[in-house]
């Protein structure tokens, strides 16, 4: 009754899991374009980091490609017109998460023209400063199209100053449901690869390494003959096992270094990237467009004609849809994002942002809702996990409200990828455990936050007024010398003016 066959499957594979593929017939498909919307509703917030601060206001007109939002902070990125149109709105709209909660976003009302901002176009990006070439992906708003959507400009300044021994161009894509990777590695590969040499050449990595999920012949194909003019760049072929897609599962089956608890790939002199992000480089320092659109898987078994397709960032999610003929059924869950680390949504009237990879109308067929079981401690969770966690210790430890216990056993790390759930022969929502218990931390330390800034305005009031009184107090006592000495240098002069008197 607790599915042994998915732990024997499990022992035999070793970390991580083999989800159900469901990327046909989906990635057998050529990229659409979808139709221009009418109206777009673009975030402030598409990406790790501050939020961009708003450089337009409601009825100003602007055109495709146009900045609406600029960085606000090191770890930032500006935000850009999907379109020509006019500012309707700067206002709150549902943002792209399961919170369901409102975001700060930018309205636009199509005009129906499309008319391009005048383009910047480079010269010869491997003629530019590798310093140039940051500033110009930081100009362009790229972040990483992978869903991890760290600011692309930081990870290039970074890495030259570390001296970052690899690049390594992600192509796993392991979520089951979505090609948009995929696609994108068959029909433009040259110019994945073209993106990818620019941002090793502003990196200075000596080693550029392409990883590909072997479950993918036919983008192995076409990226080999990319890369073939290029002697230097390797193309690697990856077991298709879920999470490889991930970061540090790269780095390891890769090259075979750890990236050890809170560090980064750079401190261990490596950079990941995604195929998706190293194409927006290339449309950026070649043609000089800023990111304003993506590729998205649209699939599920809700959805009547599921693609990929190329959107305008801001479209909303029930554009999509209906551009692939609506839904069949009442969806059971709506995910932005693959069904493993994807976000259900709230509803479909929320916007595509740059870190979207596909949009999900998954049936009750396709999300079993079975009764959690008690844990039996088999240890399949910590088998799966590719972080080399004990999933069931740190659950026990948040069900009995010990949160330092939990962070003992490596809450942070959590990548949050839902390994351990699938695995779960008792269906426990470990994911769902450990994110609860993340947030519960962040609310601690926002509060500690407070706490410490409340302490510190108290101590600055406490020392102002210290700082008055004594001021005060030197003032007074100056006052008091300047009138005894007023006093007695009248004394000396009427001496001086009557000194029989005196005598």
């Known amino acids: 009754m607790f599915g042994l066959s998915r ?32 109206r777009f509703h673009v975030p402030l917030q598409q990406h790790i980091g501050a939020p961009g601060k708003p450089v337009v206001k409601v009825g100003q007109q602007v055109r495709k490609g146009e900045p609406i939002a600029r960085s606000s902070a090191n770890i930032s990125a500006p935000v850009h017109a999907p379109t020509s149109g006019q500012v309707t709105a700067i206002a709150e709209f549902t943002a792209p998460h399961s919170s369901g909660l409102p ?20 010269p010869d990006p491997f003629c530019l400063p590798p310093e140039d070439i940051a500033a110009r992906v930081e100009a362009a708003g790229i972040v990483g199209m992978g869903g991890a959507t760290f600011p692309a400009a930081v990870k290039l300044s970074l890495g030259r100053r570390t001296r970052v021994q690899q690049l390594i161009l992600n192509g796993g894509e392991c979520e089951p449901y979505l090609s948009c990777d995929d696609r994108l590695m068959r029909e433009r590969a040259v110019e994945v690869i073209d993106g990818a040499r620019m941002m090793q050449y502003a990196i200075g990595a000596p080693e550029l390494i392409v990883a590909i999920e072997d479950n993918k012949p036919d983008a192995i194909a076409a990226m080999r003959i990319a890369v073939e003019p290029f002697g230097d760049i390797q193309l690697r072929p990856v077991p298709s096992r879920y999470p490889m897609g991930s970061e540090k599962q790269l780095i390891r089956t890769l090259i075979g270094k750890e990236v050890p608890p809170n560090a980064r790939p750079m401190d261990v002199g490596v950079v990941v990237h995604n195929v998706g992000t190293a194409y927006a480089v290339h449309r950026a320092l070649r043609f000089g467009e800023p990111l304003i659109s993506r590729i998205v898987t649209v699939n599920g078994g809700a959805v009547a004609a599921p693609r990929n397709l190329e959107v305008r960032i801001g479209t909303l999610v029930r554009d999509l849809f209906d551009y692939c003929g609506g839904l069949t059924q009442d969806p059971a869950r709506i995910v ?49 996990c590719p972080i080399g966690l004990m999933p069931l210790e740190i659950a026990a430890f948040i069900r009995a409200g010990d949160l330092n216990g939990a962070l003992g056993y490596g809450l942070k790390d959590c990548i949050a990828c839902g390994t351990c759930a699938y695995a779960c022969p008792a269906h426990l929502p470990l994911v769902h455990y450990f994110n609860h218990a993340k947030g519960e931390l962040a609310a601690r330390e926002r509060a500690k936050l407070k706490q410490e800034a409340a302490r510190q305005l108290t101590q600055a009031r406490s020392e102002r007024h210290a700082r008055e009184a004594r001021e005060k107090a030197a003032a007074a006592a100056a006052r008091k010398a300047a009138k005894q000495a007023a006093k007695a240098a009248a004394a000396a002069a009427a001496t001086a003016e009557n000194p029989e008197a005196n005598a």
């Open 7 to 38: 732990i024997l499957e499990q022992l035999a594979v070793g970390w991580g899991v083999h989800p159900h593929p469901q990327k046909a017939p989906v990635a057998g498909l050529s990229i659409a374009a979808a139709p221009l919307a009418s």
């Open 103 to 122: 975001t700060p976003t930018i309205t636009i009302e199509a005009d129906g023209a499309d008319r391009w901002l005048e383009l910047d176009v480079p």
């Open 336 to 384: 932005m994002g693959g069904p493993m680390m994807g976000q259900q949504l709230p509803n479909i009237d929320v916007p595509i942002v740059k870190g979207t990879s596909g949009v999900l109308a998954l049936t009750r067929q396709e999300t079993p809702r079975a009764e959690p079981a008690p844990c039996i401690r088999c240890a399949t969770c910590v088998g799966a």
